[in-house]
């Protein structure tokens, strides 16, 4: 039973390109929160999202940063015009329903953005 | 204010001591509380909930003071594997539920 799956693990971007982060939940999980890691520092939410709806990005930047999670496929965390302060590990976990009130978020390995 | 508040530490303690770790949070009307461990550029992982009444898991204490926003972790007889970054962790209690994570107390267990 294959837990959340990222990729790629690891994106060097120069300033100004386009990174594509990836993001496939545990089989039967249809909820999916990304965080983003700055070094020496704590998760931050940025985006929860159900299939085919973003139910709360309130910690998404509101401009360069986008998310989707299709009906089929991953899900899909888009960042334009990266900069330098984008440089950062980006997690993704999923649940099997909307309570996290259990507390068992699923993470991925995560994916490392730098940003030359 | 943060939403949740930890000391970032770093703590480094001989083996086989007892170490604990604090953690305020700010929103009085969050039910749910969570410790969870992330390992050196690793995932976080769920370590144990935190319940009213305090909880143990083998080496592991958690307890929750609701009147004073203040959970707590107690480690006794330290290994060397828990060595990690510990997150307290803090479900938020209106509209779309997530979890909010503390910025991490730092540990590290000496031989």
């Known amino acids: 039973n294959a837990g959340v799956m990222q990729n790629p693990r690891h994106l060097v971007r120069r300033r100004g390109q386009e990174a594509r982060l990836r993001c496939s939940p545990m089989?039967?999980?249809?909820?999916v929160y990304w965080y983003r890691q700055l070094p020496e520092e704590g998760l931050k939410f940025m985006v929860y999202?159900?299939?085919?709806?973003?139910?709360?990005e309130s910690g998404m930047p509101k401009e360069r940063f986008s998310a989707e999670f299709p009906k089929e496929g991953p899900s899909i965390l888009r960042i334009q015009q990266v900069v330098r302060g984008d440089s950062a590990a980006y997690f993704c976990?999923?649940?099997?329903?909307?309570?996290?009130?259990?507390?068992?978020?699923?993470f991925g390995e995560g994916s490392r953005l730098t940003v030359l | 204010r943060k939403e949740v508040e930890q000391d970032p530490g770093p703590f480094n303690v001989p083996e086989g001591a007892t170490v604990a770790f604090n953690c305020t949070y700010s929103n009085s009307a969050s039910q749910s509380f969570f410790w969870y461990r992330q390992d050196c550029r690793k995932e976080p992982k769920l370590l144990m909930s935190v319940y009213s009444s305090g909880n143990e898991d083998g080496r592991f204490t958690a307890q929750l003071n609701r009147a004073s926003q203040y959970i707590s972790l107690l480690i006794r007889d330290s290994k060397l594997s828990d060595s990690a970054t510990y997150l307290c962790v803090v479900n938020t209690p209106q509209g779309a539920q997530k979890l909010v994570f503390g910025q991490g107390t730092r540990l590290t267990i000496n031989p």
């Open positions: 976990a999923s649940s099997p329903s909307g309570t996290v009130s259990t507390g068992e978020l699923f």
């Open positions: 089989k039967g999980h249809s909820h």
């Open positions: 999202l159900q299939k085919e709806n973003i139910i709360d």
